[in-house]
């Protein structure tokens, strides 16, 4: 287990010692929700979107004050592991959720993080979503489809669900690296100057149920795909 894969494992730890009843975030729902307060055209202050991290009531009742701390700066870190991915090339690797008796990528969470984090600041994104070229308007539209996919107010039909199921932990990526296209121009700027030549497009990543490209013989999302 690496330096990163530990930072995730106590941050998913340390998470899960909120008390329960308050519903906090797990460790999906918290990388989609920075996700989404990154992703917003407005920024968004801590002071803010931190209370919705720990449950229902915006209280941590957090054991002690190490506590407190830890947990806090566990979270700020990994806030801040995402702005830089975002700064350094637009794309970011969701971390899902895996059912482990049936070893099914659950884009769910992440989903639910991210929306939440949009409904912080729903007149930034409804202005960005009138005033965006069609690729982004339809990309934010697929990702509120899949909010209501698993929130059972989905139109589709369930041949449908299941295909979108399928292809919703690929298409994730790309649909944030769209977005951030419009809701955060300046750092398009950035990657310019960072990586000439990068196309419009972020370039696709293996299917999660394709074989890994490091030569493990595993597959995807069971490898390097894993977070």
Partial sequence: MDKEEKRLDRLSELLHALPADNLPMTLSELDGYVTGVLACPEMIAPSEWLPEVWGETGEAHFADQKAAEETIGAVMTHYNSVAEAMT??????PIYEVDPNSDETLWEPWVDGFTRAMGLRPDAWEKLLDQADEETRTTMIFLMALQDIYTGKSKFSDEEIDEIDLEAPDLIPNCVATILHQSRP????TVAAN??????KAT????????????SGRK????????
């Fill in 204 to 215: 696709p990543r293996p299917g999660r149920n394709d074989l890994c490209s490091c030569g």
């Fill in 186 to 189: 300046e750092l398009v700027g």
């Fill in 88 to 93: 350094r090339s637009l794309w970011i690797e």
């Fill in 195 to 200: 990586l000439p030549g990068m196309p419009h």
């Fill in 220 to 227: 995807y999302k069971l490898c390097c795909g894993r977070n």
